[in-house]
């Protein structure tokens, strides 16, 4: 066996036994991987919150394609996410679609350092980040390499389309000003969802998709 620290996003957790649980991760090293955590209890389910960025020493079993994590710790406290409903649900959601888009192994170069830093956008936000998850959708396209257009993604929108457009031309900042309801902001993670179903060829069915149009009714 051997052991190397790394930085892991968390996506996701499966409880495997009472005391151990497979926790799946982005990385930089190897992309979409689960690991095993033993003695999950003992570390703290806390460190396991989806999107939570960690470091953790990885060790590598010759005899399985499941290798564990040790000694983790959170890198970020992210105590703007934590301390709020909103952006926790939005984190369960963009988390679940991450995991649910990515194959396992699936390793986008460029992707991990994204990701950490649309977390820590995030979390650093004091108001007006209701939009964030569409702008998400969209860049996450861009990460995965399909470098969306208005024409690419306008037979996806339909009458949306339009609504759309100003998320592919304006700034970050001032795609977080565009005045949406809570309505509009759920068809347009549909259709975004569709979007990426299309380019990636496979079905992305988001179940935390229903809580965050509980909070955007």
Known sequence: MTKDAAELIVLSTTKVKESAIVVHTLSR????RG?????????????FLPLNILEADVVENPRSDLWSIKN??????LNGIRGNLHKNTMTLF????LFRTLQEGANEDGLYEWC???ILTLDALPADFANFHIRFLLEL???MGFRPSFQDIAPFAGDKAVILKPFLETSF???????LSGEVRNSLCEILIRYLEFHTEQPIRVKSLDVLRELYR
Not at 72 to 77: G, P, R
Not at 94 to 97: D, K, N, S
Not at 173 to 179: K, V
Request: glycine share 10%; proline share 2%.
């Open 29 to 32: 090293e190897w992309g979409r």
């Open 35 to 47: 690991f095993l955590v033993q003695s999950a209890k003992k570390a703290g389910m806390s460190l």
């Open 72 to 77: 983790i710790h959170a890198l970020n406290a």
């Open 94 to 97: 963009l988390a679940e679609v």
């Open 116 to 118: 950490v830093g649309s």
């Open 141 to 143: 396209s861009g990460a």
């Open 173 to 179: 900042s001032e795609s977080m000003l565009i005045p």
